[in-house]
């Protein structure tokens, strides 16, 4: 069934903004229709963007993470602490962290978590290449930044299991109440994770 009665060129444009998370059709079409409108000012520009990003866009060989060279900005950036490995599921999650200014040492991108019903398998992740770059001589921590649900909790356990064999030090990101959050509107499950994280004062 047709989106609009416009051209193909159209129709192809909202198909294919369709695919993106969080738009369906309905929102493509009014992306478009605005997109459409600043033809001059946001379309063509976004057009010469997004062509050239799809021409130098790489992922990094080190970490994973994605930039117009390898090893990318982070990996190259002096003065970071190349002792620390930092083990995130996806690029975006290496984005937020690094955004927060949280980490100032090494990143990697593990692809995704284990997932059984997912069909997500071992394989299918970047496990041999992270277990190659924790065995190396100056990393002393690898830290498992990973989502706090049941397949990035399995995935932790799956990694910690794995990297045992290289004597690195392996640790996870504390769970719980966030800054600010007051405990009457936190759910079940991260008031659990609180007290479980709980350290002396």
């Not at 294919?16 to 000012?41: D, M």
């Not at 021409?55 to 060279?69: A, F, H, K, L, W």
């Not at 640790?171 to 007051?182: F, W």
Request: aromatic share 2%.
């Amino acid at each position: 069934m047709s989106h609009t009665s416009a051209g193909p060129e159209i129709e192809h444009l909202i198909t294919l903004l369709s695919r993106l998370p969080g738009l369906g059709p309905r929102s493509a079409r009014r992306a478009v229709l605005h997109l459409i409108r600043k033809k001059e000012g946001l379309l063509a520009p976004l057009g010469r963007a997004m062509n050239e990003a799809a021409q130098r866009i790489v992922s990094c060989q080190m970490c994973g993470n994605i930039d117009v060279r390898s090893p990318c900005a982070i990996c190259a950036a002096p003065g970071r602490d190349h002792t620390l490995l930092c083990v995130v599921e996806q690029v975006g999650d290496l984005w937020a962290l690094e955004r927060a200014g949280a980490h100032r040492g090494r990143y990697f991108v593990l692809g995704g978590v284990l997932s059984a019903i997912d069909g997500v398998r071992p394989e299918d992740l970047h496990i041999e290449r992270l277990i190659a770059q924790a065995a190396a001589p100056d990393i002393t921590e690898v830290i498992l930044a990973l989502n706090a649900n049941v397949d990035g909790a399995s995935t932790s356990h799956y990694l910690h299991d794995a990297l045992a064999k290289t004597g690195v030090k392996v640790t996870s990101i504390a769970r719980g109440v966030p800054v600010g959050g007051e405990l009457d509107y936190l759910d079940d499950g991260t008031l659990a994770a609180a007290l479980v994280s709980r350290k002396t004062l």
